[in-house]
C-alpha cells in the first residue's frame, strides 16, 4: 500500500478499498463513482469510432461493486452512484440503514446515441443519503439544494473512460453535509478536487496505479491553486 499525504487537506491510498476503508473510521460523507454493473458489449458501428468502452471492459468498470462498502455506521452521509441496474439493491442497502435518502440525477445535455437494449443514457442515477444531523446542505435559501443536476457529459480524460466532468461534482460537494469526505473508488481524483475546492478534508483510494498518480497530480495542483499550505 502507498499513501501520498497533503497535510491536513488530502490523504491518498494506493490500495485495495475493501481493505482499506473500514481502517480509515468516520467521515461525513462517502462520495464515490463506484464500478457500474452493466452489459458493456455490443455498440455496433458506434463503438468502433469511440474505444473507450473497450477500455472500460479491460479495466473491469462494468463489473459493479461490493455495496458493503456502504456503512452508515463509518459515515454521516454516503453519494453513491449507480447504473440502473444496480439501483434496486443500492435503494435497499441505503433504506435499511440511513435515516433518510433521496434518488437524484445527473442529467446530460448531450448523452451517448448508445442504448445496448436499454434506455438511452441519457440520465444518471446517484442516491444521497444520510443520518440524523447530516441531511442535504446548500446556500441561497436553499436554492443550491437540488436533486438534478443538468450538464453536458465531457469527454473521457486523463486515461479513464467515466470520468465525471468537473461542474458536476462542486455541486454534489455543495449538497454534501460536513467536512471531510472519503472517495472508496477515487479513479482520477475528481471528486477530491471537488472537495478540496469545497473547503473539505479528503480522504481517496484507488487500485489502480496508473488513476492514482492521475489523482495525486490533480490533487496536488488544487491545493496550489488554492494558495493552501501543506505541513512539511
Known sequence: MTIVSFGNHATLYLGDAYAIRPTLGWFDCDCTDPPYLFRAEGAGRYRKRRPNMDELMVQGLHRGFDM?????????????????????????????????????????????????????????????????????????????????????????????????PDALMDKIMANVAGMSVCDAFMGTGTTGVAAIRAGKRFVGIEHNQVHFATAVRRIEAAIAELGLAVAA
Open 68 to 164: 458493503g462498502i456502504i456503512n452508515p455506521l463509518l459515515c454521516g452521509a454516503a453519494v453513491v452512484f449507480a447504473h440502473n441496474d444496480q439501483l434496486a439493491e443500492l435503494l435497499t442497502r441505503v433504506n435499511g440503514g440511513f435515516h433518510r435518502h433521496a434518488l437524484c440525477v445527473w442529467q446530460k445535455t448531450n448523452p451517448q446515441p448508445i442504448a445496448n437494449k436499454h434506455y438511452r443514457p441519457d440520465v444518471e442515477f446517484y442516491v444521497h443519503a444520510w443520518n440524523r444531523g447530516f441531511h442535504p446542505a446548500g446556500g441561497m435559501a436553499d436554492k443550491m439544494r437540488v436533486s438534478r443536476i443538468t450538464s453536458p457529459r465531457g469527454p473521457a480524460r486523463f486515461a479513464h473512460p467515466t470520468t465525471k
